[in-house]
């Protein structure tokens, strides 16, 4: 083990017991809510499960509730780091419920409970706690993003926090800790409005434009960002089409402008997109661990949750280490036309689920793997035609599962 190493592995065990200190130091930590959790599961089991996928369009100026039901005000903007996917601080505007006009606060992701059947947003708070919680100030952006002021944001509202941070020569070394998503220090200035981000512009290494950012799906109960969704229909050449992105592959640009994607046109439509009037289930982890895979990137939920088809099958499928994934996607130009020619048939195919024009394709020396959901025995067929057909006959390894329903 080198120095090196020793030294970030004691810093990194130095942040803990610094947190933990914090923990001791706020004894009522939050046990109860609208949706707090109460099955015995340790907060980093928690933090593992793709709990709810909201658009960001749709949590910016959510009225925001205390468990009394009093107003509070409603969400300003939600402070984001895609590189590490996270949800750094959702900035509140407590207008007059403090008695002293319209005033900005920030508070921990995971303070604030969804309460879906009446679309609003709760928090554990009174008039008191929020006239003394830290102040935000949308002109100091970065003032207000940085590790001293998020720790004080955190320590107040008794919640854990889900990361640290590092200085920036050891971000190098986050594979180290996997798990944990570091925010190395110097990247804090880089935390991004989620209202600006909406709208901003995508371009891959080849300074080609790939769209625009159409809007940005959230996991607050986990604190974080569960995909980016990009208007790609231009540069894919099919009108209306949306690409999602896992964030921590995207890079701002020096200009922070701009937003960056190692991506060519062959490639990212061969990743799941779908038409902008057909927007897929984000919160489904299939789905959404499908998008991660297809950019090579480790999705920070576990994909085998209930709504998977055929769980049993696919876990010992999958923990079997010579497992075709999309990882092992084939880079030749014979596999990507392969793979971008099916993926093209099963989008014109008529009357296809969301979930069937998503399937994974792994094309590897011409020798085709089909994998994920479909809707019923039908789809399987059709999409296992057309791949015979393109890669032919004996090529092709339909894995498709078909749906559990209630009537199975």
């Not at 925001?64 to 996270?86: F, I, P, W």
């Amino acid at each position: 083990m080198t120095r090196k190493f020793q030294i970030i592995i004691s810093a990194f065990a130095a942040s803990v017991l610094a947190f933990s200190a914090l923990a001791q130091d706020t004894p009522n930590l939050k046990t109860d809510g609208p949706d707090s959790t109460r099955d015995g599961t340790t907060h980093a089991q928690r933090m593992n499960r793709l709990k709810g996928a909201a658009k960001a369009s749709d949590v910016i100026g959510k009225t925001v509730l205390n468990n009394q039901g009093e107003k509070l005000g409603k969400v300003e903007d939600l402070a984001l780091d895609l590189e590490s996917g996270r949800i750094v601080q959702v900035v509140l505007s407590i207008g007059g419920f403090v008695g002293i006009g319209d005033s900005l606060t920030a508070v921990p992701p995971q303070a604030l409970h969804c309460d879906a059947a009446h679309k609003v947003l709760h928090l554990d708070a009174d008039k008191e706690k929020l006239a003394g919680a830290p102040k935000f100030r949308a002109s100091k952006w970065a003032e207000y993003s940085d590790s001293n002021h998020l720790s004080a944001v955190y320590r107040y509202y008794g919640e854990e926090p889900a990361f640290c941070f590092v200085q920036s020569g050891d971000a190098v070394l986050d594979g180290q800790h996997k798990g944990q998503c570091l925010i190395p220090e110097s990247r804090l200035g880089q935390v991004q409005r989620a209202g600006k981000l909406m709208g901003a512009s995508v371009k891959n290494l080849q300074d080609q434009k790939v769209g625009n950012v159409e809007n940005i799906f959230v996991d607050l109960a986990s604190g974080r960002v569960v995909a980016v969704v990009v208007s790609s229909g231009g540069f894919l050449g099919m009108d209306g089409e949306l690409s999602a992105v896992p964030p921590s592959a995207l890079r701002l640009t020096a200009d922070r402008d701009t937003l960056q994607l190692d991506t060519s046109k062959e490639m990212l439509s061969s990743a799941p997109h779908f038409k902008g009037n057909q927007w897929p289930d984000f919160a489904q982890p299939a789905y959404a661990g499908g998008v991660y895979q297809a950019y090579h990137v480790e999705p920070y939920f576990t994909t085998d949750g209930s709504t998977d088809a055929n769980n049993t099958a696919r876990n010992v499928r999958d923990r079997n280490d010579q497992t075709l994934t999309p990882l092992n996607q084939g880079t030749s130009q014979a596999d990507i036309g392969i793979t971008k020619q099916i993926r093209k048939e099963i989008i014109a195919a008529k009357d296809m689920s969301v979930d069937a024009r998503n399937v994974k394709i792994i094309t590897i020396d011409g020798h085709v793997t089909l994998r994920g959901p479909v809707n019923n025995a039908e789809e399987k067929r059709l999409i296992g035609e057309i791949a015979e057909r393109i890669a032919g006959a004996g090529n092709v390894d339909n894995q498709l599962e078909i749906k559990l329903t209630a009537s199975n």
